[in-house]
C-alpha cells in the first residue's frame, strides 16, 4: 500500500491519477474484474476512471435509470458509504431495474466504496466481478484501504492542477501586461487596468482576455 500511495502521488494529472486508481484496484483487488470511478453531476452519472469493460455501461445504465448501487453512493442518496451486491443473479429490490440489465454485461458482484477526504465527496470506487461471491467483508477493507489511499492521492493531484492553473493564468497576465507596456507605453497599473476593462466590459475570464492579447498584440482592444 506504501508503494501504491506513492505511485498515485507520482501522477502528473487528476486525470492519471483516477486512472492509476482504478487498474491498482483490478491489480490488488482478490476477484475484481473491473473497477471504476463514478461521480454524480447535476444528476447525471459521469464516468471519471474505468478499467474493464463493464463500467461504463454499468455507468452508463445507471445514469439512464436515474438510480443504482454506484449513482445512490456517488450522491450519497442514504447516507451510505459502502454497497455489496454479494451476488447479482438474485432477486435485488433495491435496484432490480438496474440488476436485470447489468447481468448481461457478464457482472455477478459488485462492491462500492465512497471515495472522500473529510468533506469533499469525490465520488465512488466501484468494483465489479464476473462471478457471484466475489467480494467479502476481507476484500471490502481492502477495497477502504485502497479508497483511502486514492482520495488523499486524488485531493493531492487537485491541489496541484489547481496551483499550476494558478501559475499558468498568472503567467499569461504578465505577457499580456508585457506586450501591452511595450506597445503603448504603459505603465504596469496601466497596463493590468485595461486587461481588467476589457475583462469587464466583454464578460471575459481576465485569463481568457490575456491570451487574446497574446496572440494578436498588434490589437489589444
Known amino acids: 500500500m506504501a508503494l501504491l500511495a506513492r505511485d498515485l502521488l507520482a501522477q502528473d494529472s487528476v486525470q492519471a491519477t483516477l486512472d492509476a486508481i482504478a487498474a491498482s484496484a483490478v491489480k490488488l483487488v482478490d476477484g475484481c474484474d473491473?473497477?471504476?470511478?463514478?461521480?454524480?453531476?447535476?444528476?447525471?452519472?459521469?464516468?471519471?476512471?474505468?478499467?474493464?469493460?463493464?463500467?461504463?455501461?454499468?455507468?452508463?445504465?445507471?445514469?439512464?435509470?436515474?438510480?443504482?448501487?454506484?449513482?445512490?453512493?456517488?450522491?450519497?442518496?442514504?447516507?451510505?458509504?459502502?454497497?455489496?451486491?454479494?451476488?447479482?443473479?438474485?432477486?435485488?429490490?433495491?435496484?432490480?431495474?438496474?440488476?436485470?440489465?447489468?447481468?448481461?454485461?457478464?457482472?455477478?458482484?459488485m462492491t462500492g466504496l465512497l471515495l472522500y477526504t473529510d468533506n469533499d465527496d469525490f465520488g465512488a470506487l466501484n468494483l465489479y466481478a464476473r462471478r457471484p461471491g466475489a467480494f467479502g467483508e476481507d476484500i471490502e477493507t481492502a477495497g477502504w484501504l485502497l479508497a483511502s489511499h486514492a482520495a488523499v492521492a486524488l485531493a493531492d493531484a487537485r491541489t496541484i492542477d489547481q496551483l499550476e492553473h494558478a501559475m499558468e493564468t498568472?503567467?499569461?497576465?504578465?505577457?499580456?501586461?508585457?506586450?501591452?507596456?511595450?506597445?503603448?507605453?504603459?505603465?504596469?497599473?496601466?497596463?493590468?487596468?485595461?486587461?481588467?476593462?476589457?475583462?469587464?466590459?466583454?464578460?471575459i475570464k481576465l485569463r481568457d482576455v490575456a491570451q487574446?492579447?497574446?496572440?494578436?498584440?498588434?490589437?489589444?482592444?
Open 34 to 109: 473491473a473497477a471504476g470511478i463514478l461521480a454524480v453531476r447535476k444528476g447525471r452519472a459521469v464516468t471519471l476512471a474505468a478499467c474493464g469493460r463493464a463500467v461504463q455501461e454499468c455507468d452508463r445504465l445507471q445514469g439512464e435509470l436515474g438510480e443504482g448501487p454506484c449513482f445512490d453512493l456517488a450522491r450519497r442518496k442514504d447516507g451510505e458509504r459502502i454497497y455489496r451486491i454479494a451476488d447479482m443473479t438474485r432477486p435485488q429490490p433495491t435496484w432490480e431495474r438496474f440488476a436485470t440489465r447489468a447481468r448481461p454485461l457478464g457482472v455477478g458482484s
Open 170 to 203: 498568472r503567467h499569461a497576465i504578465g505577457e499580456a501586461m508585457g506586450i501591452l507596456m511595450e506597445r503603448h507605453k504603459l505603465s504596469a497599473d496601466e497596463a493590468f487596468s485595461v486587461l481588467r476593462r476589457i475583462s469587464q466590459n466583454h464578460n
Open 212 to 221: 487574446r492579447v497574446r496572440a494578436e498584440p498588434a490589437d489589444p482592444t
